[in-house]
T-cell receptor, first 114, second 112 residues
Framework: SQTIHQWPATLVQPVGSPLSLECTVE??????LYWYRQAAGRGLQLLFY??????ISSEVPQNLSASRPQDRQFILSSKKLLLSDSGFYLC?????????????FGAGSRLTVL | GEDVEQSLFLSVREGDSSVINCTYT??????LYWYKQEPGAGLQLLTY?????DMKQDQRLTVLLNKKDKHLSLRIADTQTGDSAIYFC????????????FGAGTILRVKS
């Protein structure tokens, strides 16, 4: 079966510290991978998406970066966190581009920057 | 532009029907989705509708699509306390990796 894992589930980091959130998918190959952020009281904002290894597209300019070193691994990073980076980060995957192509989400990583 | 709008809060009594409304912007969207988020959890797909349909029913859930007005609604029949959650409407864009654009979410509170 297909599963998606995110870790860590919860993270508290000081301003200016680095960040690494990891997402892995099992049971599928060549998925489209996405990072979304959910700020408090707001909807989901697409941050990055990837259609293959080493291929990253960014939706909005920001303090974050993403990498896809392996087919089923998607990493969200920052060199220096800002207070505004706090939020709930959700990784999602989809296979193919035809049909309904439902996005399947991970359980999320809650980041608090102090 | 990309903008999906939803009402922020809905409160209903257990056993009543809930109707959550959403408006979207892209008339070329092929699929529209409803996701549910329980506290502290990721998003779970509830249902979706293809743009050539006006209605889709799935057990207690009914989705209505009005393409002319770009209006989508989710009706939950016989609402239960377990339905309390945040409900997100999303539309799919063909470009940008077929990304989904989400609304801000509607908080559904079910009173027993």
């Amino acid at each position: 079966s297909q599963t998606i894992h995110q870790w860590p589930a919860t993270l508290v980091q000081p301003v200016g510290s680095p960040l690494s959130l990891e997402c892995t998918v099992e049971g599928t190959s060549n998925p489209n991978l996405y990072w979304y952020r959910q700020a408090a009281g707001r909807g989901l904002q697409l941050l990055f998406y990837s259609v293959g290894i080493g291929q990253i597209s960014s939706e909005v300019p920001q303090n974050l970066s993403a990498s896809r070193p392996q087919d089923r691994q998607f990493i969200l990073s920052s060199k220096k966190l800002l207070l505004s980076d706090s939020g709930f980060y959700l990784c999602a995957w989809r296979v193919g581009s035809s049909g309904a192509n439902v996005l399947t989400f991970g359980a999320g990583s809650r980041l608090t920057v102090l | 532009g990309e903008d999906v709008e939803q009402s922020l809060f809905l409160s209903v009594r257990e056993g009543d029907s809930s109707v959550i409304n959403c408006t979207y912007t892209d008339s070329s969207s092929t699929y529209l989705y409803w996701y549910k988020q329980e506290p502290g959890a990721g998003l779970q797909l509830l249902t979706y509708i293809f743009s050539n349909m006006d209605m889709k029913q799935d057990q207690r859930l009914t989705v209505l699509l009005n393409k002319k007005d770009k209006h989508l609604s989710l009706r939950i029949a016989d609402t239960q306390t377990g339905d309390s959650a945040i409900y997100f409407c999303a539309e799919r864009f063909m470009e940008y990796g077929n990304k989904l654009v989400f609304g801000a979410g509607t908080i559904l509170r079910v009173k027993s």
